[in-house]
């Protein structure tokens, strides 16, 4: 794996890290998944198919923050618009 393939699979591990502190099911059950997922895909050789990977990750990563940002929305809609149903 080249140096620059390496620097950028570790950064997606630690934004996703960071993403998932505050993930609905738990910050642990969320870290274990997250290491048998990289675990899983440790022998992978290929720049371009580690490069499929790291663009996966960043998908998930989209995908992350609008379910963080759709439980905000709710949450505050919610506080605002209680009384009037």
Do not use: C, W
């Not at 990977?53 to 609008?66: M, N, Q, T």
């Amino acid at each position: 794996m080249t140096n620059t393939l390496r620097r950028e699979v570790l950064q997606l591990y630690r934004n996703l890290l960071f993403l998932g502190r505050d993930y609905p099911k738990g910050a642990d059950y969320f870290r274990e998944r997250l290491k048998s997922a990289f675990m899983k895909n440790k022998d992978v050789t290929d720049p371009s198919e580690i490069r499929k990977l790291v663009d996966r990750g960043e998908f998930v990563i989209k995908e992350l923050e609008a379910l963080y940002f759709l439980r905000k929305y709710r949450a505050i809609k919610k506080r605002y618009y209680e009384g009037e149903h």
